[in-house]
């Protein structure tokens, strides 16, 4: 039977949500209350709908992850759109597999850490805002790559990548953090894509099309952690 753990103390709310939300939950109640309060209750109740849909969009659920030596986690909630070996890459400089989670507007958007480590390198890249089931979002989107370097010197990448509504891009750690994996890092707003580089000998665990969460789904497995 597979165990799962706690990465971080599960939350006292019942609805918990991101705290990147509250600006934009704030913004579109205000406005809904201004609308009813002038007597356009159409407008008011399209309002209210919009501002119900931002906060389920925010949502954050607390989540376990698999007690597993060499699990790598899912960073994202979504579905898998790519699986490929690649002969190089742009952040670790060699051969790894490379793995795609598809984030559309109605999945969870907080990011997750897929294996424990040091972030030694952030790299921010601008760029476009296609749609990001596409495989060229990759290179030509705005993305946000973490370089992490294990224990054991195992180095893999973990990447943001805007999509064509997002439009911020928040990731909450520094290089030099030390993080583990399954705990919250960032998110992207309104519909997005994460990428991941691992090397080139972990075992995969899932499959094109497969729906995952972040954090409690397992991608695949490292032999040196």
């Not at 705290?19 to 609308?35: D, E, K, N, R, S």
């Not at 290089?175 to 000998?201: E, K, M, Q």
Request: hydrophobic share 45%; with cysteine.
């Amino acid at each position: 039977m597979t165990n799962f753990s706690w990465p971080e103390k599960p939350g006292l709310t019942a609805f918990p949500i991101a705290g990147a939300g509250f600006p934009y939950i704030i913004v579109a109640a205000l406005t809904t209350f201004i609308l009813a309060l002038i007597g356009l209750t159409f407008l008011a109740f399209v309002c209210l709908v919009l501002t119900l849909f931002i906060c389920f969009f925010f949502r954050d659920p607390d989540r376990v992850i698999q007690d597993r030596e060499g699990a790598v986690s899912s960073p994202a909630d979504g579905r898998i759109v790519l699986i490929e070996d690649l002969k190089d890459n742009p952040f670790t400089k060699a051969p790894c597999k490379k793995i795609s989670i598809f984030m559309s507007v109605f999945n969870v958007h907080v990011n997750r850490i897929p294996f424990s480590g040091t972030i030694s390198e952030i790299r921010y890249f601008p760029g476009k805002f296609l749609n990001a089931s596409l495989d060229k979002a990759s290179s030509d989107n705005e993305r946000n790559a973490l370089i992490i370097k294990t224990e054991s010197g195992m180095t893999y990448a973990t990447v943001q990548i805007a999509g064509l509504i997002a439009r911020r891009i928040i990731c909450g750690v520094q290089p030099g953090d030390t993080v583990r994996r399954g705990v919250r890092f960032g998110l992207i707003c309104f519909g997005s894509r994460l990428d991941v580089y691992l090397p080139p000998d972990t075992t995969v665990a899932v499959r094109l099309g497969d729906k995952v969460q972040a954090g409690t789904s397992t991608l695949g497995y490292v032999n040196h952690g």
